[in-house]
């Protein structure tokens, strides 16, 4: 059964730094794209990040930067570590499996979601 | 970058009737594109990708078509439990871009 659950999130004050974590099962992170997406309370979807089955990695404008997405393939886990949080930066963020090439990467598999909330 | 829109922005339909969602691309994105159903306070869920593919064990009363630049997501059949926000994604390419999102109501 595929899982992917969602750790590291909480209230953060802005310019400070939290790390998310993605801990997988059911497929291995090295051999799909995984990617992270976020929605802020009340609105709609946005892509943060992607990690490529090579290593490749990309960001939204909005983040690029400030966070970095990376995977640990001895754990099957990816983690998104972001810098200089931003007030805008508060949303719910979704660790998301998307394929496995550039011609079907479709995010298939979604986590629950953590909620990461930057405040004064 | 490539932007996605959708309309309408919102939509009351009732049970049994027959609801179409446009997406538009800002370019062409050729098949690359998919929709997504995100009921309240849950997470969203794979419908349709490749345009028009199935994701397996979704209902057959969704359906996906389009090419290029205009696509359409239909409900044949509004059911109660089709209530939700629905969202077209391009993918492919970085970056993904989804649309603003379609919310259903039944009246």
Redesign the interface.
Known sequence: EVQLVESGGGLIQPGGSLRLSCAVSGFTVSSNYM?W?RQAPGK????VS?IYRGGAR?Y??PVKGRFTISRDTSENTVHLQMNSLRAEDTAVY?CAR??IN??D????F????ILVTVSS | ?IQMTQSPSSLSASVGDRVTITCRASQDISH?L?W?Q?KPGK????LI??VSTL?SGVPSRFSGSGSGTDFTLTISSLQPEDVA?Y?C?K???????????TKVDVK
Do not use: S
Not at chain 2, 43 to 46: F, R, T
């Open positions: 990617t997406v709609g979807l946005e892509w992607i990309y939204a404008d979704y998307a394929g550039v011609w990467n479709w995010i298939d979604w986590g629950q979601g | 970058d690359y998919a997504y995100q997470v969203p869920k794979l990708y490749a994701q926000t969202y994604l993918y492919g390419d970085v970056p993904f871009t989804f649309g603003p999102g």
